[in-house]
């Protein structure tokens, strides 16, 4: 059974960061792709970044380019969002997926609860 757990949300100033933490267990063949969404209050689930186990590739949308990065561990089974240069307009609930590497983004089967990341102007 795949659970994915987040961390790592808090409240911070604009202009600051911070790390979440995604541990993933029972990882198999359908999770080998990781991603992060995100959604804001009353907007739409937003696409964040993907990557993989196996390799280094990583992607991060356009909107949060050079200021979030993905990294992982696998042998801690942990993704990190690393998340700097905080704006308010990235507050959020983040949540960490996975899926296989056939899924689309939006259709990444396995969901983590949410962190929630505040960030004060």
């Known amino acids: 059974q795949v659970q994915l757990v987040e961390s790592g949300g808090g409240l911070v100033q604009a202009g600051g960061s911070l790390r979440l933490s995604c541990v993933v267990s029972?990882?198999?063949?359908?999770?080998?792709?990781m991603g992060w969404f995100r959604q804001a209050p009353g907007k739409d689930r937003e696409f964040v970044a993907r990557?993989?186990?196996?390799?280094?590739?990583?992607y991060v949308t356009d909107s949060v380019k050079g200021r979030f990065a993905l990294s992982k561990d696998n042998a801690k089974n942990t993704v990190y969002l690393q998340m700097n240069n905080l704006k308010p307009e990235d507050t959020a609930v983040y949540y960490c997926?996975?899926?296989?590497?056939?899924?689309?983004?939006?259709?990444?089967?396995?969901w983590g609860k949410g962190t929630l990341v505040t960030v004060s102007s």
């Open positions: 997926t996975a899926g296989p590497v056939t899924a689309t983004n939006n259709g990444m089967p396995y």
């Open positions: 029972g990882r198999s063949l359908s999770t080998t792709d």
């Open positions: 990557t993989k186990w196996s390799s280094s590739w990583t």
